[in-house]
T-cell receptor
Framework: GAVVSQHPSRVICKSGTSVKIECRSL??????MFWYRQFPKQSLMLMAT?????????EQGVEKDKFLINHASLTLSTLTVTSAHPEDSSFYIC??????????FGPGTRLTVL | QQQVKQSPQSLIVQKGGISIINCAYE??????FPWYQQFPGKGPALLIA?????SEKKEGRFTISFNKSAKQFSLHIMDSQPGDSATYFC?????????????FGTGTRLQVTL
């Protein structure tokens, strides 16, 4: 199998607070993990690529100081949304590479910022 | 050149019918073409994938047809069932040596009616 989990599945927070989302590959080691954002009825937008032990690579237009990514081990990556605002409300999804180019996705995290 | 164009945007098919979704790309460096299925509020799930050295791949009721010269590929769902009602995304990637970043199509919302 290739199972990727995310925690939490839903989070509601107040504007100005920070939120951390965890992404774990449960039954395989992932050299690379990816973070996506998805707006309602839209496609997935890649935010950043992270490799274990190195700094994440952010896509153009994504604020690296707002979306902090840490890839602490071959099975865990975290996304921290700092000083969240209502416009950060979205569906955040992570994925992990099992073999070269096959990405397996987590179930997603619904973030609502009040 | 990084775009993947997907059509139709939405599709209604009767139970037992064939659902066909098409995608086209420009970047000839792409060498991996997966299809993902996504249900509301869930992460995308890998359905089937193909590489450009084959023209067709079949897994159960799902078939990918690939036309390298036309830079097009399509998903066929045979004997479509109500449980197939979901959003389908095509994608394309190439391996850079450190990571393969997926470029997604815009998605097709499939509804299978009784």
């Amino acid at each position: 199998g290739a199972v990727v989990s995310q925690h939490p599945s839903r989070v509601i927070c107040k504007s100005g607070t920070s939120v951390k989302i965890e992404c774990r590959s449960l039954d395989f080691q992932a050299t690379t993990m990816f973070w996506y954002r998805q707006f309602p009825k839209q496609s997935l937008m890649l935010m950043a690529t992270s490799n274990e032990g190195s700094k994440a690579t952010y896509e153009q237009g994504v604020e690296k100081d707002k979306f902090l990514i840490n890839h602490a081990s071959l099975t865990l990556s975290t996304l921290t949304v700092t000083s969240a605002h209502p416009e950060d409300s979205s569906f955040y999804i992570c994925s992990a590479n099992k073999v070269e180019d096959t990405q397996y996705f987590g179930p997603g995290t619904r973030l609502t910022v009040l | 050149q990084q775009q993947v164009k997907q059509s139709p945007q939405s599709l209604i098919v009767q139970k037992g019918g064939i659902s066909i979704i098409n995608c086209a790309y420009e970047n000839t460096a792409f060498d991996y073409f997966p299809w993902y299925q996504q249900f509301p509020g869930k992460g995308p799930a890998l359905l089937i994938a193909i590489r450009p050295d084959v023209s067709e791949k079949k897994e159960g009721r799902f078939t990918i047809s690939f036309n390298k010269s036309a830079k097009q590929f399509s998903l066929h769902i045979m004997d479509s069932q109500p449980g197939d009602s979901a959003t389908y995304f095509c994608a394309a990637s190439f391996y850079t040596g450190t990571a393969s970043k997926l470029t997604f199509g815009t998605g097709t919302r499939l509804q299978v009616t009784l």
